[in-house]
């Protein structure tokens, strides 16, 4: 059932995967070798317009006024694939064909089914995400009058490559070809305005584009998982074995000293990524440096 708030709808801000957790952890019936509920992880990228403006000239424009736009700037279309499912789907402009012919830069549909995304999620993979996508889409959201998202587990691939290595650029389209595990598509020159202009076949080519780059995601991220420190541990959904991959194929492989804790130290033999017991050891010393 979808609930409205003020006309808008309102999304279960519990996942299915959560839910089925929660169930799993309150009656008690984890079993060994039993299917567990997995965390849904959502791999998404969004493509936004050109901001119009009208201005006197075409030098000097180092800052252009709020008073000079001639109307907002939209999300043209969001791509999105969840783990462990093959497709990788598309919304776009298009897909609302009436509100399309009235308007082309009229993104309600785009911005509905995003939030809807983003809403069933547990966790959320984006390049630059954090700093772009999630704030965009929060943005529209906003101004459509849906209601605030609820806060979402987040993984960052830009973030992760910025902390954790020293590449010559953290741009996806780098990060990939270097890791070996493909290309963004290259974009035609003038589809931005093609777009804006009401072409339906640069809409298209844009989703084309919009999909490669969540294929592409998916493959960096899963190159730099055993670097997110922050990842979402999957023991929470009632899984076992590594936190970050859920695999059982995993080694104990010396301690990990805290400030006062000594803890058994592990490594992941499917994703390569590191963890610690959440039980220290026994004997650990009683005392700490001041
Ligand atoms: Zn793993």
């Given at each position: 059932m979808?609930?409205?708030?003020?006309g808008?709808p309102?999304?279960?801000v519990?996942?299915?995967?959560?839910?089925?957790a929660?169930?799993t952890?309150?009656?008690g019936?984890?079993?060994?070798g039993a299917q567990?509920?997995?965390p849904?992880?959502l791999?998404y990228?969004?493509?936004?317009s050109?901001?119009?403006v009208?201005?006197?000239?075409?030098?000097h424009?180092?800052?252009?006024?709020?008073s000079?736009?001639?109307?907002e700037?939209y999300?043209?279309?969001?791509?999105?694939?969840?783990e462990g499912?093959?497709?990788?789907h598309?919304v776009?402009?298009?897909?609302?064909?009436?509100?399309?012919r009235?308007?082309p830069?009229?993104?309600y549909?785009?911005?509905?089914?995003?939030?809807?995304?983003?809403?069933?999620?547990?966790v959320?993979?984006?390049?630059n995400?954090d700093s772009f996508d999630?704030?965009?889409i929060?943005?529209?959201?906003?101004?459509?009058?849906?209601?605030?998202?609820?806060?979402?587990?987040s993984?960052?691939?830009?973030?992760?490559?910025?902390?954790?290595l020293?590449?010559?650029s953290?741009?996806?389209d780098?990060i990939?070809?270097?890791?070996?595990?493909?290309r963004?598509?290259?974009?035609?020159?003038?589809?931005?305005?093609?777009?804006?202009?009401?072409?339906r076949?640069a809409?298209?080519d844009m989703v084309r584009?919009?999909?490669q780059?969540?294929?592409l995601?998916e493959r960096?991220?899963?190159?730099?998982?055993?670097?997110?420190?922050?990842?979402?541990?999957?023991?929470?959904?009632?899984g076992?074995?590594?936190?970050r991959?859920g695999?059982?194929k995993?080694?104990?492989?010396?301690?990990?000293?805290?400030?006062?804790k000594?803890?058994?130290?592990w490594?992941c033999?499917?994703c390569?990524?590191?963890?610690?017991?959440t039980m220290a050891e026994?004997?650990?010393?009683?005392?700490?440096v001041?």
């Open positions: 979808i609930l409205t708030i003020l808008v309102c999304y279960n519990e996942s299915s995967a959560t839910k089925r929660l169930e952890i309150r009656t019936t984890i079993t060994e567990l509920a997995k849904r992880i791999f990228d969004i493509e936004t050109l901001q119009p009208a201005v006197f000239s075409l030098l424009n180092d800052y252009i006024d709020p000079s736009i001639l109307s700037r999300i043209i279309s969001g791509s999105w694939k969840w499912e093959k497709e990788i598309a776009s402009v298009l897909d609302d064909a009436k509100r399309y009235k308007n830069h009229d993104d549909h785009v911005v509905k089914t995003l939030h809807k995304l983003l809403s069933d999620a547990d959320i993979v984006g390049h995400s999630k704030r965009w929060e943005t529209r959201a906003l101004v459509h009058g849906f209601p605030a998202l609820p806060p979402i587990a993984v960052d691939t830009f973030k992760v490559a910025k902390a954790r020293y590449l010559n953290n741009k996806l780098y990939g070809r270097l890791l070996g595990v493909g963004k598509i290259k974009t035609t020159s003038g589809l931005w305005l093609r777009v804006m202009n009401g072409d076949q809409v298209r584009y919009n999909k780059d969540v294929a995601l960096v991220y899963l190159k730099l998982r055993p670097y997110v420190a922050n990842h979402i541990n999957r023991a929470l959904f009632g076992g074995g590594c936190p991959c695999s059982t995993i080694q104990s492989r010396g301690t990990h000293k805290a400030i006062s000594v803890y058994r130290r490594q033999r499917a390569s990524g590191w963890f610690k017991s026994p004997g650990t010393t009683q005392y700490r001041l």
